[in-house]
């Protein structure tokens, strides 16, 4: 099958194998090239393991540790007809170079929400690994099925309190123009906060620490985004913020709750980069493009491996981790600094549909988009038959 992407407003509805393969692979290469971590654990797990920060952050691990990875994803298989999703291919690619380079790595695709799946988890913790010393919530979701009340509960993009108006960008039309967001109800809001709080991640917590599989002086985080005043009317003082918002209650319910384990908790802090979830997110691809173009000017431009890399060296597993005062990891100070907001503040008010392509990076996002699915990388060739099917093992 020739395979060239088929993109459907914020979404790539394919993906290429040969090219996830190689995305997959340059991440790889920027951690062998930082040379060995230090203090990071060899018994790793990655719930949210096959794309964008989650699929960083169990490369990091390997391949910057040597740590034997057992990853959680929901992602599509392939058939003979139609491709996978990107992060099956991803998946598949990082088995194969994990064996290649004599680390073991074990992935469970299915719900991680489910009972089911985490039984699973435990089960292979036990059969290989014993223990986990490290464990990265990485899920990025739009539902959330509690088995415990029989509930499928949806996570929604709103804001709170009152609309909003704003300038977004329409990458299907290529058109700047004005969106109007109405306010979440109150059960949207409770919503989204059960999709996307942090709730899932203490059950995973809970459910480690009861089968014994979880090792003392573990240590867990949740990825979030907080954003500044652009940002904050959709993202962080939106449904989505009010989902970030427990993701702080619960870092704290896990310390006090694994005492005995002396597990730490934190929530780390991301600067807005393109992955599938960012996407889909309305404001976000202009935001995005605006401060690309500006980070890349300052030479502060980082993707999901740069701040993972970072996240572990000068947070998670530094001597002395600078914390807010919230006590999260910050790893997005390059993006919200005073200075650069401003840059991208005056750029956000003078963008229209005729300056869009001068003032932004949106080329720069483009084809980060692309990579996501694995289109428009160097050294592929896009018009060579390719086997849609590969698995792991
Ligand atoms: P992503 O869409 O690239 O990755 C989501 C991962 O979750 C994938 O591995 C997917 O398979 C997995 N997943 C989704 N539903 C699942 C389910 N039910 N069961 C098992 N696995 C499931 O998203 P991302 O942007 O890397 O986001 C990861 C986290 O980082 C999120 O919490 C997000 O809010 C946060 N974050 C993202 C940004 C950003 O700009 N992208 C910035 C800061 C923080």
């Given at each position: ?6 993109i ?19 991440q ?6 930082q ?9 790793v797990?990655v ?20 740590a034997?990875t ?15 999703t990107?992060?099956w ?7 194969q ?31 290989s ?21 029989d ?5 929604t ?34 919503q989204?906060?059960k ?11 809970a ?10 002086n ?30 702080d ?8 709750n694994?005492?005995?384990?002396q597990?730490?908790a ?9 992955t ?7 404001v976000?691809?202009?935001?995005i493009?605006?401060?690309y ?9 980082e ?10 060296t000068e947070?998670?597993?530094?001597a002395a ?11 997005d100070?390059?993006?919200?600094n005073?200075?650069?907001q401003?840059?991208?503040k ?9 300056n ?10 483009h ?10 990388l ?8 390719v086997?849609?099917v590969?698995?792991?093992?």
């Amino acid at each position: 099958m020739v395979i060239q992407p088929k993109i459907r407003g914020f979404i790539c509805t394919n993906a290429h194998p040969v090219g996830c393969a190689a995305h997959v692979q340059q991440q790889i290469d920027y951690i062998r090239a930082q040379g060995p971590l230090a203090g990071v654990p060899k018994r790793v797990l990655v719930i949210g393991c096959s794309t964008g920060y989650g699929l960083a952050s169990r490369i990091t691990a390997a391949f910057g540790a040597d740590a034997e990875t057992l990853g959680v994803c929901f992602e599509k298989e392939p058939s003979e007809k139609r491709t996978a999703t990107a992060g099956w291919y991803n998946t598949a690619a990082f088995h194969q170079a994990a064996a290649a380079a004599g680390l073991k790595a074990h992935t469970i695709n299915g719900d991680a929400f489910s009972n089911e799946i985490k039984a699973q988890v435990i089960d292979q913790i036990k059969a290989s690994m014993g223990q986990v010393d490290l464990v990265i919530y990485s899920l990025a979701s739009p539902k959330r099925f509690d088995p415990t009340t029989d509930t499928l509960y949806s996570s929604t993009l709103k804001p709170i309190g009152k609309a909003y108006t704003t300038k977004t960008y329409d990458t299907d039309k290529d058109q700047v123009k004005e969106i109007t967001l109405e306010p979440a109800n109150d059960d949207e809001i409770m919503q989204t906060v059960k999709v996307m709080g942090g709730e899932d991640w203490e059950l995973w917590l809970a459910a480690l620490s009861e089968a014994g599989v979880l090792a003392d002086n573990a240590i867990t985080t949740a990825y979030t985004y907080i954003g500044k005043e652009l940002t904050w009317p959709i993202y962080g003082h939106a449904t989505i913020g009010k989902a970030k918002e427990d993701l702080d209650r619960a870092a704290a319910a896990l310390r006090s709750n694994h005492q005995d384990k002396q597990l730490k908790a934190y929530v780390s802090s991301l600067k807005a980069l393109v992955t599938q979830a960012s996407s889909a997110i309305p404001v976000m691809p202009l935001y995005i493009s605006l401060i690309y173009g500006v980070m890349k000017q300052e030479g502060t431009h980082e993707g999901c491996i740069e701040q993972i890399y970072r996240l572990f060296t000068e947070g998670l597993y530094a001597a002395a981790p600078q914390l807010d005062e919230a006590g999260r990891m910050r790893m997005d100070g390059k993006e919200t600094n005073q200075a650069t907001q401003a840059k991208i503040k005056a750029l956000w008010d003078q963008v229209t549909q005729e300056n869009f392509h001068e003032l932004a990076d949106y080329q720069g996002y483009h084809a980060d988009f692309l990579k996501l699915f694995g289109f428009g990388l160097a050294g592929v060739d896009y018009d060579a038959d390719v086997d849609p099917v590969v698995n792991w093992s």
